[in-house]
């Protein structure tokens, strides 16, 4: 469904209503279009027209009995038959929606006339009254719902209204709660708060501010407590507590049915039992795609079409590999390697796309890099620039959906690890290829204690016993400086700082000494002083094991001492491939060039850092022409129209700028100072 | 651990003075004068209407009553029958075994069909394997447990004749003949319990898998069946278990309809005989049983949440 956004003339302010319209629109569209949604309407204003015209609409008194007819069949008369007293089924059906419909609203709506007023006074006022209303709602909570309703029935009695009453006490609590943790969730907001500051009765403020917000969370509540209100009705009706005959029920025809006719007719036990469970049905189906709606779920179905899904590792679908000409070495695209063999981790064009609510996405795009033997490369970039999912994708991380990868090859070892399968992927995964993530706390397990996640690191590669793991887990601790590592194997990651976490992360990573470690921004959630520790760490380990490692982070200062050569990469795209030396001497790519003046660990000869003017494009809206054209300072026309490839800019080194022969940038050291956005100094 | 079961034990006391309140108030609620009421209404002599008076104290204040009631209660005396004169308390420990199998059963049946309804359905969500399971539990909450008991009996007592339609044999006497009778009213309960445990379940593993410890566990060389079983399974069922806790009493609830139509001679027969029969004492005493009953479960459940989750352990 495509909007035209054409201007039609309208005045800006009627388009922002028509376009507030649109979104309301589309979100009504987005409910009723959830299976069922509006059948489930229909059903339920169907039961609802029965029960305010039964009289009108029943083609039989519901309590005629007609003997000769006892227990017929399906005919003109009976559309359902009729039971073993020879009523009309249907018209008895039709009077049932009466009580049951009535109970069913009665109910909801007392429990939430009582639950609001408990709940908002509880909320709002807190204290004392707040801790009373609170342990009677859970006193309230300790019977089991039927229970409590059998027992009010038994005090009450078993008309109409006693019995919404007494569901009404068994809904009540529950709602109460929520309306109060929702109106002390609001309390706490600036708009009330503000409200309150400027002296407005407390009355007003709930009625005006709380009320409303209350109630949109609350409608999910409500259309679900219809159907369980239905079904308690009908269950009670059932055990003979419903209303008195004559008055006919649906769970007391049920009932009726079961006792005289379960031997003789067992289709008699059909149409009560079907209108109730079609009610309760309606009213979940409501409930359910509202609560979808109200949470901005999109139906998965199709966020996830077109996508090949698979579970633990990311689809490819590529075309079919033209077969590599021997001349492929020479292409600009290929970065030069000074005359050596296949290096240990060869990518090659590798192109990612996500499967958006808008359709796919490219957000990495032809992207191509080694890491030699024991090399420490790194990729860098701002947030969005494809870095950390070019990495992921190289160990076949990303989930499939919304993941895909689409083209380009990933060699190590000379195997391409887009040609293979879970199985010989998962061997890979932590024995020759490991990894370490951001965020240490939410990436180790919290279940488990850490010494379970090293041994069971250990133990998915090699075939040692439990003990002999356990030992091995022991050192590893100690190898990343853990002091009494025999005792923190029993620890559970909450119970270690930050540094210690990241420090057990890369512990687990080369627990099965791998040859290359990918470490996406390894230092990035952690305090300066701890980052230092962990940079520090990684360098004496890399030493040790003669590892490859290829370091993902937008911290360039952090990079420039770690690294041999560095990739930068923008808006899915590799910018710039050099050493790490040169490239911070001399950047050839205006992005690079940017980016040192931005980093506050870097001197260059700007005086202070120089944040870089606009946001990373979002994937699916590069701009035409080099993608960096809007933000740089060097653009000409030439660089908004035409995509620009990434070509040779001097020994080791590639860049993605049209003008990389005519402009000098100024790096670390170098004499022309830039600034960017502002006057282009390097500019001819 | 044992710190968090005695808060949880605390916790318990305010609610059960309220709830104990409460159910004594029935008493006092009933309209009318109670005594009148429980002697038999209009046709109750002066004489009968005194002793029930006396018998319940009905002639001190309301306090004075409900401490008597309580301090009776807490002993086990929770009152003598107005219809049979029988021993309220001694009836209920009879009744007592068949509620509690019942319910531990359709516990059973509830995790049986709940927990690899909601694997196979959060692990491939869209799949062909999840819808199914999707229309399962929808229906499994729409279907009312009176009805799927009835269908049950017809299909497999009535036409098929495989199970008995009604009636039961104490564990004690015959363990065949114990589940020969109970699988049916289990079935009944633990089917809808058992879809939202499964609703539960799918959600919860969709967020688990979608995890940065997850994508660890795949990093490191994770099978399919570590993954997906042990770390995304464990942490997927905390929040069930949670809803287990709150199912338990509709289970409970439930046990008064189902132990009905299949002639159990449990708590729930026993209450809802003595609401046919306004014999208000047996209200009273099966309702806080009950109740005591849901507490423990929920005690237990919360254990094994503790157990689950290691920062409510140590904590």
Known sequence: MTVATGDVGLLEGERRSLRGWWAEHQRLRRFLGHGGVLLSFAWVLLMIVFALFAPLIAPHDPNAQNLAETNAGISAGHWIGADDLGRDVFSRLIYGAQSSMQVTFETVGLALVLALLIGLVAGFRGGWLDFLLMRGADAGLAFPPLVLALAVVAVLGTSVNDTSFALAIVFTPGFARFIRGQTLAIREESFVEASTSIGTPPTRIVLVRILPNVMTGLVVGIAIALGSAVLAESGLAFLGLGPPPPAASWGDMLQEAYNTSLFTHPWSLVPAGLTIALTVLAFNTIGDSLRDTLSGATPRSRRQRGVKRQRGITAVVRPAQPIPAPAAQAEPDEPERGGAGPALLEVRDLSVEFQTDTGRVRVVDGVSFDVGEGKIVGLVGESGSGKTVSSLAVLRLLSSPPAQIVGGSIRFNGRDLLDIEFDEMRRIRGRDIAMVFQDPLASLDPSFTIGYQLIEAIRLHENVTRAAARDRAAKLLEGVHIPDPSQRLSAYPHQLSGGMRQRVMIAMALSCHPRLLIADEPTTALDVTVQAQIVELLCELREKEDLAVLFVTHDLALISELSDEIIVMYAGQVVEHSPTAELFGRPRHPYTAALLAASPGIRTEADSPVLIAGQVPQAGQFPSGCRFHPRCAYAEDACRTAAIDLTIAGPDRQSRCRRVEELTLAGVGSEVAIRLGADPVGAP | ?315
């Open chain 2, 1 to 315: 651990m044992g710190r968090l079961v005695l808060r949880r034990l605390l916790s318990i006391i305010p609610v059960l003075l309220i709830v104990s309140f409460a159910i004594f108030l029935l008493l006092a609620l009933v309209p009318g004068d109670p005594a009148v009421t429980l002697a038999g209404g209009l046709t109750a002599t002066p004489a009968e209407i005194a002793r029930v008076r006396a018998q319940l104290h009905l002639n001190d204040p309301l306090m004075v009553q409900y401490w008597h009631w309580l301090t009776a209660a807490v002993r086990g005396n929770l009152g003598t029958s107005i219809s049979t004169g029988q021993s309220v308390g001694s009836q209920i420990a009879a009744r007592f075994p068949v509620t509690f199998g019942l319910v531990v059963a359709s516990a059973i049946i509830a995790l049986v069909v709940g927990v690899p309804l909601g694997i196979v359905s959060g692990v491939r969500p869209g799949g062909s394997l999840d819808s199914g399971a999707r229309s399962f539990s929808t229906l499994g909450l729409a279907v009312p447990s009176f009805w799927l008991a009835i269908l049950l009996v017809s299909v497999f007592a009535v036409h098929w004749r495989i199970f008995p339609s009604t009636g039961y044999t104490a564990i004690s006497a015959s363990f065949t003949g114990w589940l020969k009778d109970v699988i049916l009213p289990a079935i009944t309960l633990g089917v809808g319990v058992g879809a939202t445990l499964a609703r539960q379940l799918r959600a919860s593993l969709i967020d688990a898998l979608d995890t940065p410890y997850v994508r660890t566990a795949w990093a490191k060389g994770g099978t399919r069946r570590s993954v997906l079983l042990r770390h995304a399974f464990k942490n997927a069922s905390m929040p069930v278990v949670t809803v287990f806790g709150v199912q338990i009493g509709y289970l409970l609830g439930g046990a008064v309809i189902v132990e009905q139509i299949f002639s159990f001679p449990g708590l729930g027969t026993y209450m809802l005989s003595g609401i046919t029969d306004h014999d208000l004492p047996v209200v009273q005493g099966v309702a806080i049983i009950f109740v005591l009953f849901q507490m423990a479960m929920s005690l237990l459940v919360d254990i094994s949440y503790g157990y689950l989750n290691p920062k409510v352990r140590v904590a």
